[in-house]
Structure formats: C-alpha cells, structure tokens
C-alpha cells in the first residue's frame, strides 16, 4: 500500500467514527462529518451521520442501509448505486447529486429538498417522501410502488415509465411533470396538482383522481377505464385525444394549441440548475465548527 493510500485510509476510518461533541470549559463545539473524494462500496450500513455533508464525493455501490442521514447534505456527489434501503434522510439537502439505481426502498426522505438530482432507475418502493421537495429532478423507470408522496412538489420532473402502483400522491404538485407510459395502478391523486402533466400512455387503472387540478393535463393514450373520481368537469379542462380510455359516460376532448413531441408537451417550469462540481479532493476528514 503506497504513503498515499495509507494516508487515505486513516483519514476514512476518522470520518467514519461517531461523531462526538468537543467541550471548551462549559461550552459545547460541535464536529461536522465532511465527506469528499472517492470511497466507492464502502460498508456504512447502521452509522449515525446526522448531518453529514458529502462534497462532490463519489459513494457508488456504497451500503447505508439503516443509516441516520437526517439533516445531511447530498451536493454534486454521486451515490450510483448505493443501498440505502430503510435510511433516514430526514430533512436532507439533495442537490445536483446522482442517485441512479441506488437502492432506496423504504427509506424516509420527509422534508427532503431534492431537487435538479438524479433518481432514474432507482428502487424507492415503499419510500416515505412526504413534504419533500423534487422540482426538476429525474425518476424515470424508476420504482415507486407504495411510496409515500404526499404534498411533494415534483413541478417539472421526469417520471416517465415509472412503476407507482399503490402510490399516494394526494396533494401533490406534478405541474409539468412527465409521467407518460408509468403504471399508476390504484394509485391515489386525490387533491393533486396535474396541470400541464403529460400523463400520455400511462395505465392508471383504479387510481384515484378526485379533486385533482387538470388543466390543460395531457392524456393522450391514457387507460383511465376505470380510474375513480373522475368528472366531466376535469376531463373539459384536459386534453385527450382517440386512444384515450375514459370510464363509462365520459368525453374527452381535444385541445388546440398544444404542441406535442417526441418528448411530450412544452414544460411550463424551469428547474433548477445543478452546481458545478468543485474540484476532485482527495480528503476525508471530521472537522470542528467554532
């Protein structure tokens, strides 16, 4: 092992170790994890990293399964990957971070600002995001059966091929969100916000739309046969063409001045931009705040 490596490893096993509380006579001086650099599959299943914050840090394929997150700062950091099946993220920062094929199953992301991240193929099933903040991030073909998505503010995400039956998206905003060819079984909509949503080619069979906002909502192809809470009021709002399927009484209709692609109708809300990634570092350390 090179002076290099060595140096690397003791640095790792410092910032891994529990954070503790420094004492200046009476007066409590708190430590911050601050984790950058590269320690890809690194086992951190079961750590307490409240408040952690990872800085253009690579942790793909790493395990923290169970962990304590809350309050942690995911910025420009790659976590590809990663399992943290049952973690805590707790009011979380998520920022310009990618979390492709990472394992988030019945995690807890309430009050999470995760926003311009990346979420495409990832595993979040049973996932706890209510009150969470996802405003132009990605999740498509991602998995999101019985997750928890109350009160969520995904405005311009990318749901597409998403698996979310069982979902319960009620109160939440998908204004010009994508959510074309998901399956959206059983999934509830109650009180939601879909203005401007391109639900085009999504099977929501026994899924609940009741109170919905549908302005101008794209449902081209859609199969709503048996969708529940449906009215002709939301459908007048709406925008359906020949294939799409409506429950029995119902009509859609057309809407002029819609200009659809290849890649579904015009967004109406910008996302944020993702930082730029510091410079790669080489450092893993605990460092006290004053």
């Given at each position: 092992?090179t002076?290099?490596a060595t140096?690397?490893?003791?640095l790792?096993l410092l910032a891994?170790a529990?954070?503790?509380a420094?004492?200046?006579?009476?007066?409590?001086?708190?430590?911050v994890?601050?984790?950058?650099?590269s320690c890809?599959?690194?086992?951190?299943?079961g750590?307490?990293l409240r408040?952690?914050?990872?800085?253009?840090?690579?942790?793909?394929g790493a395990?923290?399964?169970?962990s304590?997150?809350?309050e942690?700062?995911f910025l420009?950091?790659?976590?590809?990957?990663?399992?943290l099946?049952?973690?805590?993220?707790?009011?979380?920062?998520i920022?310009?971070?990618?979390?492709?094929s990472a394992n988030?199953?019945?995690?807890?992301?309430r009050?999470?600002q995760?926003?311009?991240?990346i979420f495409?193929?990832?595993n979040?099933s049973?996932?706890?995001?209510?009150d969470?903040?996802?405003?132009?991030?990605r999740f498509?073909?991602?998995?999101?059966?019985?997750?928890?998505l109350?009160?969520?503010d995904f405005s311009?995400?990318n749901?597409?091929?998403?698996?979310?039956?069982?979902?319960d998206?009620?109160?939440?905003?998908?204004r010009?969100?994508t959510?074309?060819a998901?399956r959206?079984?059983k999934?509830?909509?109650?009180?939601s916000?879909?203005?401007?949503a391109?639900?085009a080619?999504?099977?929501?069979?026994?899924?609940?739309f009741?109170?919905?906002?549908m302005q101008?909502t794209v449902?081209?192809?859609a199969?709503l046969?048996?969708?529940?809470?449906?009215t002709?009021d939301?459908?007048?709002?709406?925008?359906?063409?020949s294939?799409?399927?409506?429950p029995?009484?119902?009509?859609g209709?057309t809407c002029?001045?819609?200009?659809?692609?290849?890649?579904?109708?015009?967004?109406?809300?910008?996302?944020?931009i993702?930082p730029?990634?510091?410079?790669p570092?080489?450092l893993?350390a605990t460092?006290?705040?004053?």
């Amino acid at each position: 092992m090179t002076r290099i490596a060595t140096l690397l490893s003791v640095l790792a096993l410092l910032a891994l170790a529990p954070p503790q509380a420094a004492f200046a006579g009476d007066k409590a001086i708190p430590h911050v994890n601050a984790f950058g650099g590269s320690c890809p599959r690194c086992e951190l299943s079961g750590r307490r990293l409240r408040g952690a914050q990872f800085l253009a840090a690579n942790f793909s394929g790493a395990s923290f399964v169970g962990s304590d997150l809350r309050e942690a700062h995911f910025l420009a950091s790659n976590f590809s990957g990663a399992n943290l099946s049952r973690a805590d993220l707790t009011d979380s920062q998520i920022l310009g971070a990618i979390f492709k094929s990472a394992n988030l199953s019945n995690a807890r992301l309430r009050d999470t600002q995760a926003t311009a991240s990346i979420f495409s193929e990832a595993n979040l099933s049973g996932a706890d995001m209510t009150d969470a903040n996802a405003q132009g991030s990605r999740f498509d073909d991602a998995t999101l059966a019985g997750a928890i998505l109350r009160s969520v503010d995904f405005s311009a995400a990318n749901l597409n091929r998403v698996v979310a039956h069982g979902a319960d998206f009620r109160d939440a905003t998908l204004r010009g969100a994508t959510l074309s060819a998901g399956r959206f079984e059983k999934a509830s909509f109650r009180d939601s916000v879909l203005d401007a949503a391109d639900l085009a080619g999504g099977n929501f069979d026994g899924a609940d739309f009741r109170d919905a906002s549908m302005q101008r909502t794209v449902l081209y192809g859609a199969d709503l046969a048996h969708a529940r809470g449906l009215t002709q009021d939301q459908l007048d709002e709406a925008c359906a063409d020949s294939r799409t399927r409506l429950p029995p009484g119902l009509t859609g209709k057309t809407c002029s001045g819609l200009h659809i692609s290849i890649h579904g109708p015009r967004m109406i809300v910008v996302p944020p931009i993702p930082p730029a990634a510091p410079a790669p570092r080489y450092l893993v350390a605990t460092d006290p705040t004053p």
